[in-house]
């Protein structure tokens, strides 16, 4: 989902990420911007997004 610039992700502490965690979004391979990860639960976090694209649901996050 998307809300101006705060994402929320469908990964999680299950997966390892932590506040302050900073991640690429992506799409098609290509980096779209920084994601820094604000909050955490289990299966989900958000993160604000910085980035000159604009975001779409399906674009993917990698650890930095």
Do not use: W
């Not at 980096?31 to 955490?40: E, F, K, Q, Y």
């Amino acid at each position: 989902k998307v809300a101006e610039s705060v994402l929320t992700l469908n990964v999680g502490v299950k997966e390892g990420l932590r506040v302050g965690d900073h991640l690429q979004l992506r799409r098609d391979g290509k980096t779209l911007g920084v994601v820094t990860i604000t909050s955490v639960r289990d299966e989900e976090s958000q993160g604000t997004f910085q980035g000159d694209a604009a975001v779409q649901t399906g674009d993917s996050v990698v650890s930095q």
